[in-house]
C-alpha cells in the first residue's frame, strides 16, 4: 500500500524511553511512595502524567500524528463523549439534596 | 459478474473495496469507532472511582496502602515495553522482515504473561488475606475504614475488566503470530497485525491511568 507512512525505528524507541521516564516520574511524584506533596495538585499532576504518556501512545504508537485524521476525529469525539458522560454524573451528585426515605 | 464470485480481488482486496487502501482505511475506521466503545465502557467504571474517591476519601488512601505500587509500576513498564514490540512487529512487517515480526510478536506475547503473572500474584495476595470485593470482605487486620470493601469492588471490577483484555488481546496476538508465520504479513497487507495492534496500545492506554488512581492514592 502506498500511502502508509514508515515511521522510523528511532521514533519509536524514543517515544518508549519518553514513557518509561514519565512513569518513573509517576511514581517519583506521588506522595505514599516519596513523600511529596503538592496538596491539591498531587492529583492534577498525577493525571497530567498521565495523560501526556496516553497523548505519546496515541500520536505515536496509534500513529494518530501521521495517520488520516478521521481517527483523530473519531478519538476526540470520544473524550467528549467521556466528557458529558463525567459532567452529567457530576451535575448529578453536585446537586443531590440528601433527603431520607420515607419508604 | 466475475468479482460476485471471487472473494478477493486481483488487488487482494475484498470486490466491495475500490483497491487495498480503501479496505484497509475502512477496517481502521470500525477499529476506531470499537476503541471509542470500550473507552466508554471503561469510563462508566472511572466515574465510578471519581464519585466513590470523592464520597469516602480515606477509604481509598487506605485501600491503595493495601497495593504494592512496585508490582503497579512494574506492570506499567511491561506494557509499555509490550506496545513498542508491538509497533516494532508493524514496522517489520512493513519492511517484509517476517522473522523480526514474528520475534516481536512473542516478545509482546511474553510480556502479556508477565503483566498477567503478576497480577496473579497480587490477586492471590489479597484473597489469602481476605481483600475482597464488598460483601465477601473478610480481612480481620486492623483498618481504618469500615466499608474497604467498596474500594475493593472498584479495584477488581477495573483491573479485572482491564485484566480481561489483556487476556483478549494475548488470544489476537497469537492469531497474528500463526499468520505472520505463514508469511501472511508484509509491507502491501498488514491490516489486522495494524487493528491488534490499535487493540493492544488502547489496553496499555488504560493502565497508564489505572495505575496512579489505584496503586498511588493520596
Known sequence: MSGHHIIPFSVYRNVLIALLILTVLTVAVAK??????????????????ASVKAGLVLAYFMQLKYDNKLYLAVIVSTVLFLGLLFSVAMIDWATRVPEISTL | ???????????????????????????????????????????GLFV??????????ETFIEGATYLDWKFG???????LVSSFTMVLSIYY????????????????LA????FMFIKYLEYTHKIDLGLLPGDMFSFTGEM?????????????MMTGLHGSHVLVGMGLIVWCIVRARRGEYNSKYF???????????????????????????D
Open chain 2, 111 to 114: 510480556c502479556g504473561f508477565i
Open chain 2, 144 to 156: 481504618g475504614s469500615t466499608n474497604l470493601g467498596l474500594y475493593f469492588s472498584t479495584y477488581y
Open chain 2, 93 to 108: 512487517a512493513q519492511n517484509n522482515k517476517t522473522k523480526q515480526c514474528v520475534n516481536m510478536l512473542f516478545i509482546t
Open chain 2, 1 to 43: 459478474m466475475s468479482s460476485v464470485n471471487k472473494p478477493r480481488s486481483e488487488g487482494g482486496h475484498a470486490f466491495h473495496f475500490d483497491g487495498p487502501e480503501h479496505e484497509f482505511e475502512t477496517t481502521k475506521f470500525g477499529i476506531w469507532l470499537f476503541l471509542c466503545t470500550e473507552v466508554l465502557m471503561f469510563g
Open chain 2, 48 to 57: 465510578a472511582y471519581f464519585l466513590f474517591a470523592h464520597k469516602f476519601p
Open chain 1, 32 to 49: 505514599p511512595v516519596s513523600g511529596f506533596d503538592a496538596g491539591v495538585f498531587n492529583f492534577l499532576i498525577a493525571m497530567g502524567i
Open chain 2, 73 to 79: 509500576a512494574v506492570n506499567t513498564a511491561v506494557l
Open chain 2, 191 to 217: 491490516t489486522t497485525l495494524e487493528c491488534v495492534g490499535l487493540f493492544w496500545h488502547l489496553v496499555d492506554l488504560i493502565w497508564i491511568y489505572l495505575f496512579p488512581l489505584l496503586y498511588l492514592v
